[in-house]
């Protein structure tokens, strides 16, 4: 029994072998039809090539004679200023080594109004009122509103709030809410101050 698995063994091994052997054969021979393409080649008909030096030289002699400017930098060269007087020249010299003046970036902008807090017992966490829009938004603190936002602190007449993506800082105050007369109800007058 084992006589005949041995023999079983060595049978499929053979076979094997063949058709490795034959398959790498096949595929060597695919290499000379591609040396057989390159017999067309055709060299170029140059008549004694040489180096053209007086080119070379006419190149090493010329100047560049456009502007010289720093190519990381994005935008068009600057100007060139004509400086008349010490004190322009003065200046001058002085705006180079201040740099350009620092813009503030702009204030964070929140979509919301803030009007009102609450305590919540259960939690013991105190909550903000926002109205944005239609939209009333009870938020407490820590948590994030309008996808944008993280109420940071709830004060007794503001709330700071925190742009997530730049992580600046803005103070929204407290405002009474806008509410809408129902049709047909008269709006209350307007009270006098004294």
Do not use: C
Not at 7 to 29: P, Q
Not at 86 to 106: F, N
Not at 118 to 131: N, T
Request: no cysteine; glycine share 8%; net charge negative.
């Amino acid at each position: 029994m084992q006589r005949r698995i041995e023999m079983g063994l060595l049978g499929v091994l053979l076979i094997i072998l063949i058709v490795v052997y034959f398959h790498g054969r096949d595929a060597g021979s695919g290499l000379s039809g591609v040396q057989d393409s390159n017999m067309d080649f055709i060299p170029l008909n140059v008549q004694e090539p040489e180096l053209r030096l007086d080119l070379l030289e006419k190149i090493q002699k010329s100047t560049y004679a456009g502007s010289h400017r720093n190519v990381f930098v994005f935008g068009p060269p600057p100007a060139e200023v004509r400086v008349e007087t010490p004190a322009e020249r003065h200046a001058m010299e002085m705006a180079q080594i201040i740099g350009p003046r620092y813009v503030p970036p702009p204030p964070v902008n929140v979509p919301a109004q803030f009007f009102g807090t609450a305590f919540m017992e259960e939690s013991h966490k105190r909550v903000a009122f926002f109205q944005n829009g239609d939209d009333v938004l009870v938020v407490p603190e820590g948590d994030t509103f309008l996808n944008r936002f993280r109420l940071i602190h709830i004060g007794n007449e503001s709330a700071d709030v925190e742009e997530i993506s730049s992580g600046k800082h803005a103070q929204v105050p407290m405002v009474p809410p806008v509410t809408n007369p129902t049709p047909g109800q008269p709006s209350p007058p307007p009270q006098e101050s004294e």
